[in-house]
């Protein structure tokens, strides 16, 4: 057996976490030496065993009293897989059959949920059927209960079998008698497989036994043997023998142990009978009411507008057109990336832009507040959208502008890697391509190492105008040797000194040279899915600065089809302006003369100034207390906004020198903040889908972000998987029973019928966001009821 109880089938409501009528039972791993079936025993629903009647009134347990929901049972039956399993009681006012095939090789091919047993070829069966009709008896069903009854359950269906079905119209036809003791002939039961070919001996013996203690007589039991022998055993057997051992087995029930157990049996089943039933009924009539679905309450009926969902070709563009382009001459790797990508993704284009004048112009231009041009950016989009050009067109520029040699290694796994590479060239652009892969990699192993290096890349932010040194490490044996070289010149010296009286000497140990870095530049793009990226980010990375550090640009056109591409040049005006900002390099001046240390880690050019415009003064003020307030209302996404004032002087720059101005004027600064905002504001509202403390808190939000995305298309049950990666980590029973009820109970989420006007009166049934749903809401212009009031 396996652990499949997310299998059972949704009866009508049965599963649901308010609807208690489950409780457990044990397998208790041995063989019934007579039946051959496993023993069972009953427990509480919490597993433990029952208690023992009261000593002093003799009252028992009443098991059914407290039985909890399938939800609660489950709990119990995971803890134990194989041993403890679910199991429901059944009242005939359910009008559910539940048919019972023992020791069959394949089941009757019903079309109704059957799920296996857990004792050896045997099988569940339960549909619906007319509870007014009497109990059906069916060939090749060993019992047949409408209740009351308990339904041990395993969840192992059949493929294709987890769905329950009305069975009358099925049934009626294979129904041969009624169990009518006052009637004999109602035992010529039609031939079964089983009877030809299994035990004869413990079929009846299983037979006087469970008719012996349901009271009938010893005649009665005596001639329905005798039909059974005749009508179902093939030879049958002679008449003399089945009196022999319908006696044997008759007397055989005399026995104590065997009355104990009947009766025991016979109290458990009186028990039963005594549930009271009417709140069952109420709920059940709830249950098969209009306003559930799918064991789920129904909101209001949807009008789909058509005009939004999640439609990867005609995605929804909402960037302004104006950050699309970037002024100045920047605007042609904008052009050059638009022309040569065989997909378009304009946003990053700009992306391509803004690095390629950050590598060429950092650590060279800053501004009268000290801000230079390094950014950092990451790029978001699906695996094939076409973020990888990013990467070549960047290249291409750089090498027919003939400072390739800004572009440094595609990444860092160390503090000591950052600080290796700067030191190697101070003023570089890393292009890292599956950044949130690195990161959710780093998260899981917890890497120290990458630790130190993005901590070394948040130093790195601000220090353009500053030294980095290198970090202190651990030369305990490169020391010790030292000393031992030290001590052995001391004796030679001592040596020397004994042959000449009164000479001198002196040991001097040089100290190591100082390894620094002066002005140090680094600009990152880095490119990343959005599953990896934001799956990667913790509170942490914000807390700390790291990510509030990046300009996050996700794109827009998700994975557009691909496009015949032009082969153009690189325009000369991009390479005439890159050749003239490149110029401010690092010198030393020998005997007069200048030479180029642009590579040497402990010069660096002097920067030119760009001071701002004295009427940006009012807008930069304007836009911090904008920022300040935007992070008064986003709690702990706040930091988000930490860094955006100092980027936007940053970029105000860059944008300066690309228009080639001598001053830094409102228009660059505007189109700065502009575009910080935007893709800033992105940020955050993803982030609050995706920023989680656990799994579970993770796919709801997942969810919650695609069902606002979706709009009046609405999220159906069935799509859950296959759009919503993080889901997969959940069965389709959890996502039911756990994660939408959540999102109902705290977001005010409503599954609803999906209407669309003028094509089909057919009802599709989805999730919608609180508002939609309330937006439909009949009676709008009354007063709210409560349930919305409360949500």
């Known amino acids: ?244 051992i319908v006696n044997k087995f008759w007397n055989m029930g005399d026995k104590p142990e065997f009355k104990e157990a009947m009766e025991k049996k016979k109290q458990e089943e009186e028990e039963l009978k005594l549930v009271d039933t009417s709140g069952i009924m109420s709920q059940m009539k709830k249950l098969n009411d209009e306003s559930w679905v799918n064991g789920m309450k129904v909101g209001p009926e949807i009008s789909y507008n058509g005009d939004d969902g999640d439609n990867d070709a005609k995605p929804k563009i909402t960037v302004p057109a104006h950050l699309l382009k970037v002024p100045g001459v920047l605007q042609h790797v904008v052009d050059y990336y638009n022309s040569t990508s065989i997909k378009d993704q304009p946003q990053f284009a700009v992306t391509a832009a803004l690095a390629y004048g950050s590598m060429v112009t950092q650590r060279r231009y800053r501004t009268d507040q000290n801000n230079y041009t390094s950014m950092f950016n990451i790029n978001v989009g699906e695996t094939s959208c076409g973020k990888e050009r990013l990467k070549s067109a960047i290249e291409e520029i750089a090498f027919a502008a003939e400072v390739h040699s800004l572009i440094g290694p595609s990444g860092y796994t160390s503090a000591g890697g950052v600080f ?199 807008i930069l003020k304007n836009y911090e207390i904008e920022i300040n307030k935007k992070m008064d209302e986003v709690g702990e996404l706040a930091d988000l906004y930490g860094k955006t004032h100092e980027i936007v002087m940053k970029l105000s720059l860059l944008i300066a020198l690309s228009c080639e101005a001598e001053k830094i004027l409102p228009e660059h600064v505007n189109w700065s903040i502009d575009y910080i905002t935007y893709y800033t504001d992105k940020l955050v509202d993803r982030l609050r889908y995706s920023l989680s403390n656990s799994k579970f808190e993770a796919v709801c939000n997942d969810l919650l972000r695609i069902i606002k995305k979706r709009g009046t298309k609405g999220l159906a049950l069935a799509e859950i998987h296959s759009v919503s990666r993080k889901s997969r980590e959940y069965t389709a029973y959890q996502i039911k029973n756990q994660i939408i009820p959540t999102l109902e109970q705290y977001h005010g989420v409503k599954y609803c019928p999906i209407t669309k006007p003028g094509v089909s009166k057919t009802k599709r049934y989805a999730l919608v966001t609180k508002e939609i749903a309330k937006s439909f809401k009949k009676g709008s212009d009354e007063v709210e009821d409560e349930e919305f009031n409360q949500q």
């Open 1 to 244: 057996m396996t652990d499949n109880f997310d299998n059972i089938a949704e009866i009508k409501g049965i599963t649901r976490r308010d609807f208690k009528r489950w409780t457990i039972w044990e397998d208790m791993g041995v063989k019934d030496i007579t039946t051959g079936k496993h023993l069972k025993k009953i427990r509480l629903p919490t597993g433990a065993h029952l208690p023992a009647p009261d000593p002093i009134t003799g009252e028992k347990y009443k098991l059914t009293e407290n039985c909890v929901s399938f939800a609660e049972s489950i709990e119990v039956c995971r803890k134990y897989p194989g041993k403890y399993y679910p199991a429901f009681y059944f009242i005939k006012e359910d009008g559910l059959i539940v048919l019972d095939a023992d020791n069959v090789s394949n089941p009757p091919d019903f079309p109704t949920y059957t799920e296996k047993s857990i004792s050896p070829h045997s099988f569940h069966m339960m549909g619906w059927y007319d509870k007014k009709k009497p109990v059906p008896t069916i060939k090749g069903i060993e019992e047949t209960y409408v209740g009351p009854h308990w339904v041990f359950m395993t969840g192992d269906c059949l493929p294709g079998k987890n769905t329950v079905n009305d069975m009358n119209s099925f049934l009626e036809p294979l129904i041969t008698s009624v169990k009518d003791k006052s009637k004999p002939e109602v035992f010529k039961l039609q031939t079964t497989e089983k009877y030809k070919t299994g035990d004869r001996y413990n079929t009846i013996m299983s037979h006087v036994r469970s008719e012996k203690w349901r009271g009938v007589p010893l005649d009665a039991i005596m001639a329905s043997a005798q039909a059974i022998n005749k009508n179902h055993f093939e030879p049958p057997h002679k008449e003399s023998y089945i009196v022999e």
């Open 420 to 618: 290796t590479a700067l030191y190697k060239n101070p003023a570089h652009l890393t292009i890292i391509d599956e950044l949130g892969r690195q990161m959710e990699s780093e998260k899981k192993d917890k890497s120290p190492n990458a630790e130190t290096a993005q901590t070394t890349m948040m130093e790195l932010f601000g220090r353009n105008n500053g030294k980095q040194g290198a970090k202190g490490y651990s030369d305990m044996v490169n020391l010790s040797k030292q000393q031992a070289l030290i001590e052995k010149k001391q004796e030679e010296e001592e040596e020397k000194a004994k042959t000449k009286k009164n000479s001198k000497y002196n040991i001097i140990d040089t100290p190591k040279e100082e390894l620094y870095i002066l002005h140090p530049a680094l600009s990152i793009l880095a490119m990343t899915t959005p599953d990896n990226f934001y799956g990667s980010i913790s509170a942490s990375l914000i807390r700390d600065g790291f990510l509030p550090r990046f300009i996050v640009v996700e794109t827009e056109y998700g994975r557009p089809l691909s496009k015949k591409i032009k082969n153009v040049n690189v325009d000369k005006a991009l390479i005439n302006w890159t050749k003239k900002y490149v110029k401010n390099r690092a010198k030393m001046i020998v005997g007069g003369t200048p030479q180029d240390k642009e590579f040497d880690p402990k010069y660096a050019p002097e920067p030119i100034l760009i001071p701002f415009d004295i009427s940006c003064d009012d």
